[in-house]
């Protein structure tokens, strides 16, 4: 398994992203597996207390996809920092997908933004990083909803049992509703059932 770091992974997760590999064993591109909840709003000011918590400004921008892959930038903002990403994922199953994700420059991101997918309109959240079992617990609050928000947790593989923070009111599962993807969000249409 190929360690792959990212912003999310500073919080005391331990896991690695598992890696595509063809039949001679090459790496390919890492496995993102992911479970996905709807939660009942939690207290921000809680949240920020929790210990070995951090606290992320984001705002992602939906490209035009190519052959098969939803590709994205991601402004993210933290302790007075700015750092940029490029991803690009591509669907596997409903839990998983590969995802090619980097740091690119200011520069780079700025550039990336003519490449824009014109149906979609910018994601702009808060997301609470902290530790959860073993697992990293990543609480998106978005300004278009009042009383929800999404947890996601990403696993080490599909069947990993998933540490549920005790602090949090679950609604149910979303993980296969499409509805509830970044990319469906960018549309500008959060569902409110």
């Not at 200011?106 to 910018?122: C, F, I, Q, T």
């Not at 009383?147 to 602090?167: G, N, Q, S, T, Y």
Request: proline share 8%; hydrophobic share 35%; glycine share 4%.
């Amino acid at each position: 398994m190929a360690e792959k770091q990212n912003y999310t992974e500073k919080a005391n997760d331990p896991t690695e992203k598992q890696t595509v590999s063809d039949e001679a064993g090459a790496a390919r591109i890492p496995l993102e597996i992911e479970r996905k909840y709807l939660i009942a709003m939690p207290d921000p000011v809680t949240l920020a207390a929790i210990p070995g918590v951090r606290v992320l400004e984001m705002e992602q921008i939906y490209l035009v996809p190519r052959e098969g892959w939803t590709r994205r930038i991601r402004r993210v903002q933290e302790a007075g920092e700015t750092r940029y990403y490029y991803t690009a994922k591509r669907r596997k199953t409903a839990l998983s997908c590969e995802e090619d994700e980097h740091e690119i420059t200011a520069e780079e991101y700025r550039a990336k933004h003519g490449e824009s997918d014109l149906d979609r309109v910018p994601i702009r959240k808060t997301r609470y990083a902290f530790p959860s079992g073993t697992l990293t617990a990543e609480v998106d609050i978005y300004p278009n909803w009042q009383d929800r928000a999404i947890l996601e947790m990403e696993l080490p593989r599909e069947d990993f049992p998933v540490p549920l923070p005790d602090c949090l009111t679950v609604l149910r599962e979303v993980s296969s509703d499409p509805r509830y993807k970044n990319v469906n969000l960018a549309r500008g249409i959060f569902p409110t059932e």
